[in-house]
């Protein structure tokens, strides 16, 4: 069970350059150095609002962090304590570096049930949202791997496996 | 059922017939190549992740396959900073001990060497580490962008995992582009009519006589802009121009690929190349594409109705100009761009940085005094790197810059301050708008 606050509402097409600005990239190669940087260009009070939740859920339109691959920007919201995403749609190069990195992604068409403050409870199992401000509840669907996946924390545990069969096969 | 180009490429990798929506749990790539930014952190992933692994096999770390690896710095370099110069003798070491070829700092940027060089062929599968890696679709290859995570399990293992199958949008393009107007021009339309979520997971697989009518070079171009629109990637099928073009040059088999006529698409849209007239993108999204005869109509819609990603435009003057970038600084953008250029200078407001794609492109373009052309009428000619296109070298926009460029990208604060405004355009374009100082039709100088 995910639980957290609403503390951003964003709308269409946020790119990755909007989360964290490319030339904040080269500066450092630590996961959480990059934070600090988070939405500074685009959305200056995000680490803010963040600092101030134990556990921040992002809500956004279609299309959320489009434009480049950087995984940088998936670390930006995780060392923000950002715990879930949900969005009406995201492409496949942040979708996947989700999936690597186990930050549960939620994709949800009608958003319009989600604001601001809200205190949220995030069943990925049933596949359910829970929003205990407004009381309601608001079904979305997930592929099973995914859910896996998320739930897993990530990728690095089957690949790890994987590994250890080719290795193996190698002798 | 018939299969699109990417449903074939994937299908004989996975071993079996695949459709799209199918998912591969295990999908071996052919190709992975990282630049300055992730190489460092991944061969650092590489030994944190998997070095325990390796280490009770008795094995030292070591890459799937190192034909198949490429390290390419080309984002920061020549280095800008003690950061960025240590990441490259990273990788430099790397490259000595694991024999994977390292390109040298000049040598270009990394969606246009590897294709130089003979080293993506059709049916390849290409992973790279920057959402640009699309642009080796025109080679007939499935290629795309991954984060540093997915681009550390590629060189353990050489696969990709949970592949899901994308469906694609066929684009048909017909005719023949009029003066002045260019492979740019028509992707600029396209992401315009799409929107920056348009091609959303799914793939751009453009066909038709307009393509085969097509240099490799204005091939690469729309290729390389798939992703603005969020598609999965974009792809062309081989065809006599490819063939030619890696025919002495392929460092791989060489085998046709096309798709079949009963494949099944999410949707398919025809364009007429002799319809279109040189675009420019207005600030802060790709997708916000005017011909450039209506750019005073979009200047006012954008201070009528301006949003976070449409601001508005205060005029059409120019303070900078970029031709450069893995979308538009191949030799033919040059040459194109020199005819526009020549005779001319560069507008005394204006800087105008050009940066050739790559060593090879600068040697050719130095070679044919198209090099001298730019740099006596004013431009500043730098060596081969992704320069401002990034926001750290080489031409970084103040709060009072209007750019235009020919990369692929001109979100808010992309090149430099989050007040500055970026367009883009052909290399035609460009270099017409820093002759004049604003956004300028490049046709009355061709």
């Known amino acids: 069970m995910l639980n957290g606050t609403v503390t951003s ?10 989360i964290i600005p490319a030339m904040y990239l080269i500066k450092s190669d630590d996961p959480e150095y990059f934070a600090t940087y988070a939405f500074v260009k685009f959305d200056a009070e995000f680490r803010n609002r963040c600092l101030k939740s134990q556990a921040n859920i992002v809500v956004a339109g279609k299309n959320f962090a ?3 691959s950087r995984e940088q920007a998936v670390y930006t919201l995780q060392f923000n304590r950002v715990v879930c995403v949900i969005a009406q749609s995201f492409p496949d190069i942040f979708y996947r570096n989700c999936l690597a990195n186990g930050l549960p992604l939620i994709t949800l068409e009608d958003t319009s049930g989600l ?10 199992d049933a596949a359910l949202i829970h929003n205990r401000t407004r009381n309601t509840s608001l079904p979305f669907q997930i592929k099973t791997d995914d859910r896996r996946t998320f739930q897993a924390g990530g990728m690095t545990a089957r690949v790890r496996a994987h590994l250890e069969e080719i290795l193996t096969r190698q002798g | 059922m018939g299969q699109t180009l990417v449903e074939k490429i994937v299908s004989r990798q996975a071993g079996r017939p695949v459709h799209a929506g199918d998912t591969v749990e295990r999908l071996p790539i052919t190709k992975l190549f990282f630049n300055d930014v992730i190489g460092p952190p991944a061969i650092k992933g590489l030994a944190n992740l998997f070095g325990e692994t390796f280490k009770r096999h008795g094995k030292p770390v070591q890459v799937f396959d190192r034909r198949r690896i490429f390290f390419i710095p080309d984002h920061s370099v020549p280095a800008l900073s003690v950061e ?3 990441g490259v003798d990273l990788m430099e070491a790397f490259g000595r001990e694991q024999g994977v070829k390292v390109y040298r700092e000049g040598d270009g940027i990394e969606h246009v060497v590897l294709i130089e060089g003979g080293h993506i062929v059709p049916w390849d599968i290409v992973l790279g580490t920057d959402s640009h890696t699309c642009t080796n679709g025109a080679m007939g290859a499935l290629a795309f962008g991954v984060g540093t995570t997915e681009g550390v399990y590629a060189l353990a293992t050489g696969y990709l995992y ?8 066929r684009f048909e393009l017909t005719g023949t ?3 002045g107007v260019y492979s740019k021009d028509l992707i600029l339309h396209v992401i315009g009519k799409m929107g ?3 091609c959303s997971r799914r793939v751009a697989e453009f066909v038709g006589d307009g393509v085969r009518r097509m240099s490799m070079d204005a091939r690469t171009t729309i290729c390389n802009m798939a992703v603005e629109m969020s598609g999965r990637t974009g792809i062309m099928p081989y065809d006599e121009t490819l063939a030619a073009y890696l025919k002495g040059r392929a460092a791989w088999p060489v085998e046709p690929i096309e798709s079949d006529p ?8 025809t364009v007429d190349l002799a319809s279109l007239e040189p675009m420019i993108s207005f600030p802060h999204k790709p997708a916000n594409a005017t011909p450039v005869s209506r750019v005073q109509e979009m200047i006012a819609r954008s201070q009528a109705q301006p949003t976070s990603d449409f601001p508005a435009v205060v005029s059409d003057r120019i303070t900078d100009a970029f031709l450069g970038a893995c979308t538009n600084a191949r030799y033919e953008d040059l040459v194109e761009a020199a005819k526009v250029m020549r005779d001319h200078k560069v507008h005394p407001d204006v800087s105008f940085v050009v940066i050739p794609a790559s060593r090879k492109v600068y040697e050719r373009a130095m070679d044919e005094g198209i090099l001298q052309v730019f740099i006596k009428a004013g431009a500043n000619v730098e060596s081969s790197n992704c320069g401002p296109c990034f926001g750290s070298h080489m031409g970084v926009l103040s709060r009072n810059a209007q750019m235009i460029s020919s990369s692929n990208r001109n979100y808010q604060g992309r090149m430099g301050s989050r007040e500055a405004r970026i367009f883009l355009a052909s290399p035609a374009t460009v270099t017409a708008s820093a002759i004049e100082g604003r956004l300028a039709d490049p046709r009355k100088y061709l």
């Open chain 1, 9 to 18: 509402v964003f709308g269409n097409d946020i790119n990755t350059d909007d």
């Open chain 1, 66 to 68: 489009c434009g480049s």
């Open chain 1, 115 to 124: 604001g601001l403050g809200d205190q949220l409870e995030i069943d990925l």
């Open chain 2, 262 to 269: 009963d494949a099944r698409y999410a949707d398919r849209l």
């Open chain 2, 196 to 198: 920056a979520g348009g």
């Open chain 2, 162 to 169: 949970d592949f899901v199958v994308p469906e694609t949008i």
């Open chain 2, 177 to 179: 582009f009029g003066k």
């Open chain 2, 84 to 86: 960025v110069a240590e």
